[in-house]
């Protein structure tokens, strides 16, 4: 009853479209220079969730306010970086409001081809001008992974014939891991959990591969180094933990990272029930639930009596409340579709589902969700906030009501 007791007793984010894959082998080979060759799998099997939640008015009312913002902004031809959010929300394949097929527009209109050791790949740019692509590696990739889309898939990339695994292979190529040293090819241990989701999702085991830049390097180094790399940011929640002292968010540890480390506990996670890993990573992630179930009532306190004491902040400390809650329920159910959280759970996973029901309703409440256009206008950051926290929210419902499956 992991997940029950811990929240009892807490304190306190081209052609045109196809009807369906190509008629490919659902196994491709991913040759990357110098490298032994590394098998593709197909498309992860889809896993519903193993403890399903009622579909309450309340839940409801959620899932459809939420629909119609990814529905409105992150169908936009234009923004590649919500079209991505659009796929976590609602999977592959998503229509955008011009007709064309998600996954097709964003490979023809924003990635960029290049060559590596007399193969063609294909990449996305962190950005093309003012518009934001990937500000994360491999952003996109995760999106696809993450909704369902076939490695095998066709494509066109600047008006040439390619796959999608061959994004898989470019992701692939460019990363790498020192086992002796811990050091990475990420610029930032930020931009960790995106790759390290996507390259686990269609990677067969075992998975040993030599780098564009001749470093050899396994997902299992990968995964343990992401997870002690989680341990000691959260290592101070832990020692207050123990110590029933509590903490405060000041931007320290774990809260460096994007929402909050959810992204990070979650691509750990992916990666580890993929079958990734040591046994030890496993038994750490076990911890991690652990903490995340006992960080989640202390940092829901602090919002709301910061809302009390700062009521000019209201919108953003709103808009946090649902990163914090949505991303909690989704984190959780993505690993409900597993045996590490089951039925004995349920009660802690209603808990925070309520919360996350109680968040869109202060939202909807200050207007935000009706004014995403002008919020947009004046506050570039806080629009991106909600239509990404929106988006994450709404696939942790949707897990949570057995709408969604997980694909492991």
Not at 32 to 52: L, M
Not at 285 to 304: A, S, T, V
Not at 325 to 348: K, V
Not at 373 to 393: C, F, M, W
């Amino acid at each position: 009853m992991l997940l029950w007791i811990l929240l009892a007793c807490s304190s306190s984010e081209a052609p045109p479209p196809t009807d369906g894959p190509a008629e490919q082998p659902a196994t491709a080979v991913t040759k990357v220079a110098k490298a032994t060759p590394i098998a593709i799998r197909g498309p992860g099997v889809a896993k519903p969730t193993s403890v399903p939640l009622k579909k309450s008015s309340g839940a409801q009312f959620a899932i459809d306010t939420l629909t119609k913002v990814v529905v409105d902004h992150c169908r936009d031809p234009g923004n590649p970086w919500a079209i991505g959010h659009g796929l976590v929300a609602m999977g592959s394949p998503l229509e955008l409001s011009n007709g064309a097929d998600a996954v097709q527009w964003l490979f023809s209109q924003y990635a960029e081809r290049y060559q590596s050791a007399g193969s063609w790949l294909v990449r996305f740019p962190t950005k093309r001008g003012d518009i934001r692509i990937e500000p994360h590696t491999d952003l996109l990739l995760k999106a696809m992974t993450d909704a369902g889309v076939d490695p095998a898939q066709s494509v066109e990339v600047q008006g040439s014939a390619h796959r999608v695994s061959d994004l898989y292979q470019s992701s692939l190529g460019e990363t790498w891991i020192d086992i002796d040293t811990g050091k990475t090819s990420f610029g930032t241990p930020n931009d960790t959990p995106w790759s390290l989701f996507a390259l686990a999702s269609w990677a067969d085991q075992p998975t040993v591969w030599t780098s564009q830049s001749g470093q050899e390097s396994s997902l299992d180094a990968l995964t343990d180094h992401t997870m002690d790399l989680l341990v000691h940011e959260t290592n101070f929640i832990a020692q207050a933990k123990a110590k029933k002292t509590g903490f405060q968010k000041r931007g320290q540890g774990i809260f460096k990272y994007t929402c909050g480390g959810a992204h990070l506990l979650q691509g750990v996670a992916h990666s580890i029930l993929r079958g990734f890993g040591s046994s030890a990573s496993r038994a750490k992630l076990k911890d991690q639930l652990h903490l995340l179930l006992y960080r989640f009532p202390i940092e829901l306190q602090q919002i709301d009596e910061g809302e009390k004491k700062h009521p000019a902040f209201k919108l953003q400390l709103r808009v946090q409340r649902l990163k914090l809650t949505g991303h909690t329920l989704e984190t959780l159910y993505r690993i409900s579709a597993t045996e590490m959280i089951g039925e004995q759970d349920r009660g802690a996973l209603e808990q925070v589902a309520a919360e996350v029901v109680k968040s869109v309703v202060l939202l909807q409440e200050t207007g935000a969700f009706e004014q995403l256009n002008k919020i947009r206008e004046a506050q570039e950051q806080l629009y991106l906030d909600i239509v990404g926290d929106s988006a994450h929210t709404l696939r942790a419902l949707l897990i949570a009501t057995g709408e969604s499956p997980v694909y492991y």
